[in-house]
């Protein structure tokens, strides 16, 4: 069995949610190649640019870094190029609902069959506690020291609205759960979401708030849109509403990549291809 620790030494602060959704990552990917789902060698993990990015540092696993906000280009074009592989993009809420939001839009638009999960702790940590696109109204931090004047935006909304095939909540405290939405949407056939409300202990501590209002999703019709409107309406990310955890929506759809036929050239025809390109610049 492939070793999925890697020998570099985590420097995320203790008590970080990440610990939570790379332990979750582990345990499910051991399970996929365990149950022979997919062979390690097919899945590859593409990070960005924040305290999330690490966690690729920390798997064994053929992974690429890409920068701020172009996760899911990066992960969209790994796809298409070679579709038997299983693409996995880990972004923060800076940089998927920021500065990447227009590609996270297209991307569930297009149902390419990727996985978004989104390590959401509502501030950018690594730059030191400045707001982001799901900070609460109010929020205090280092760019907004007397609290922002700005309601944070729903990404699961804007994502059902987008056309996403699946989008689910986890909580970087209630493990089990997580294991359960993070694998059912890598096994998603089309573009899967996992928001994952990652606490970040050092800048935004939302432990005790969550502890309190988290409640798991029971008897939820997940392929009613509407139901999964009014679910994921429940909580704006803003109000003292009850935070639903779990799937609030799947469906199935044909998806984006096998709409495409990637020739596949070897690399002396790929070499011959780019001679031919020069010599007919000069
Ligand atoms: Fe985690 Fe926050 Fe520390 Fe970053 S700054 S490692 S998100 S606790």
Not at 184 to 192: L, V
Request: hydrophobic share 40%; glycine share 8%.
């Amino acid at each position: 069995m492939r070793e999925l620790g890697t020998y570099a030494k985590n420097s995320w602060c203790p008590g970080c949610g990440n610990f939570a959704i790379l332990n979750a990552v582990k345990t499910v990917l051991r399970e996929i190649f365990e149950g022979g789902e997919c062979p390690s060698e097919n899945i590859v993990l593409v990070s960005g640019i924040g305290c999330h990015a690490k966690i690729v540092d920390y798997l064994n696993i053929n992974s690429f870094y890409s920068i701020h906000g172009r996760v899911t280009p990066v992960a969209e074009a790994i796809k298409i190029a070679k579709g038997h592989l299983k693409v996995i993009g880990f972004a923060g809420d800076g940089d998927a609902y920021g500065e990447g939001l227009e590609h996270l839009i297209f991307a569930a638009k297009r149902n390419i069959d990727i996985t978004m999960l989104i390590h959401n702790n509502r501030v950018y940590g690594l730059t030191t506690g400045q707001y982001t696109p799901t900070s609460p109204l109010g929020f205090r931090g280092r760019s907004t020291p007397s609290g922002t004047n700005e309601l944070p935006i729903n990404p699961l909304e804007l994502m059902l609205a987008s056309g996403a095939t699946f989008i689910a909540r986890g909580y970087s405290n209630r493990m089990d759960l997580l294991k359960d939405v993070i694998k059912e949407a890598i096994m998603h056939k089309g573009f899967s979401l996992v928001d994952v409300l990652q606490v970040c202990v050092t800048f935004f501590n939302l432990y005790d708030y969550y502890n309190q209002k988290v409640y798991a999703l029971k008897q939820h019709n997940f392929s009613d849109y509407n139901e999964a409107l009014k679910k994921i309406r429940e909580w704006d990310y803003n109000t003292d509403a009850p935070v639903a955890l779990g799937v609030f929506y799947k469906k199935d759809s044909p998806v984006f990549n096998e709409k495409f036929t990637v020739k596949e050239i070897s690399v002396s025809q790929r070499k011959k291809k780019v001679r031919e390109m020069l010599e007919g610049l000069v």
